[in-house]
């Protein structure tokens, strides 16, 4: 039996909230004033941007707890199910919702790029922490989206609409670049696994076996999505994940050609390369030689 709660329209989500719906494609709640309810999993076919009004001492972020107290953000994208566990308990939601429909975007330069807000594809415990003074700014975005939907729709409602929802994913990516800084320490330790993990990987049979590291099962190693590594990372080091990985790949290589008893081929299925060109034409690009060049020039 499917007892997942599903939200596909804007409409679906404000009825599960018990609040009126003013607009078919974009909504802001105050979820204080929502029925209690049992925590359940939910898939979303919204965009939603969650202001959580609770303590978040017991989230976990990698390895580590988080230390802000002031409020989170939580942003989920269309096509995501949010997992909760289940204790058959009652709860009251406090904050405030966020919602709208991809149909809300299209054609509009916020739907051009909302690809690039990456932190949609975050997992919840990579949440957004505010300050009080980031918290007011976020609530004064959402007051005017609020106030639009207030107003009698007219040829204005979904520019403006639009436009304060760009502003407030704007700020975000602000607020996140902030975050990043004031939790270097964490960060610093997060690079540090990343590059044992490599190193660890490259020492066993895995490349074999698994094929080169993905940026991917990197992050799922540390326990951290692909999108928040990702740019955790290039803020780092000024480089992408697989920019680095490459690196080290080649660094690698650059080891085991000197061994002459194998063939280029041989290093290349070694490290993880299911074709010997690919690598060839990896290695020239970061080297500027090929790898036999490499080999008789070093």
């Known amino acids: 039996m499917d007892n997942m709660r599903r939200f596909v329209t804007v409409n679906d989500y404000n009825l599960f909230n018990q609040h009126e719906t003013l607009h078919p494609l974009v909504t802001v709640i105050?979820?204080?004033?929502?029925?209690?309810?049992n925590v359940s999993n939910m898939y979303y076919g919204l965009y939603t941007v969650f202001l959580k009004e609770v303590k978040?001492?017991?989230?976990?972020?990698?390895r580590a707890t988080y230390d802000y107290q002031?409020?989170?953000?939580?942003f989920i994208a269309p096509g995501q199910v949010v997992s909760v566990e289940n204790s058959g308990e009652m709860y009251q939601p406090k904050g405030y919702a966020l919602a709208f429909h991809p149909d809300l975007i299209h054609g509009t330069s916020l739907?051009?790029?909302i690809q690039e807000y990456s932190f949609f594809s975050y997992q919840s415990n990579e949440a957004l922490h505010l300050s009080e003074r980031e918290r007011r700014i976020v609530l004064d975005c959402f007051s005017?989206?609020?106030?639009?939907?207030?107003?009698?729709i007219d040829k204005h409602s979904r520019r403006l609409i639009v436009s304060n929802i760009e502003m407030l994913l704007n700020y975000c990516i602000r607020f996140y670049d902030r975050q990043f800084i004031t939790r270097e320490n964490v960060h610093k330790g997060t690079l540090e696994w990343f590059e044992h993990l490599l190193n660890e990987y490259f020492g066993t049979d895995k490349p074999q076996t698994i094929g080169l590291p993905s940026v991917g099962w990197c992050a799922s190693q540390l326990n951290l999505s692909a999108s928040y590594f990702g740019d955790l990372i290039k803020k780092e080091t000024g480089k992408t994940a697989q920019e680095y990985i490459q690196e080290k790949v080649i660094d690698v290589a650059k080891e085991r050609i000197f061994d002459q008893?194998?063939?280029?081929?041989?290093?290349?299925?070694?490290?993880?390369?299911?074709?010997?060109?690919h690598f060839t034409r990896l290695f020239k690009q970061r080297v500027g030689q090929s790898p036999?060049?490499?080999?008789m020039l070093n």
């Open 111 to 113: 739907g051009r790029h």
């Open 56 to 62: 978040c001492g017991d989230l976990r972020y990698g």
């Open 70 to 74: 002031e409020g989170t953000l939580v």
């Open 30 to 37: 105050d979820m204080s004033k929502a029925a209690p309810r």
């Open 261 to 277: 008893s194998k063939s280029v081929s041989e290093i290349a299925y070694e490290l993880g390369f299911k074709y010997p060109q």
């Open 292 to 295: 036999n060049e490499y080999r």
């Open 144 to 152: 005017k989206i609020e106030y639009e939907l207030e107003h009698a």
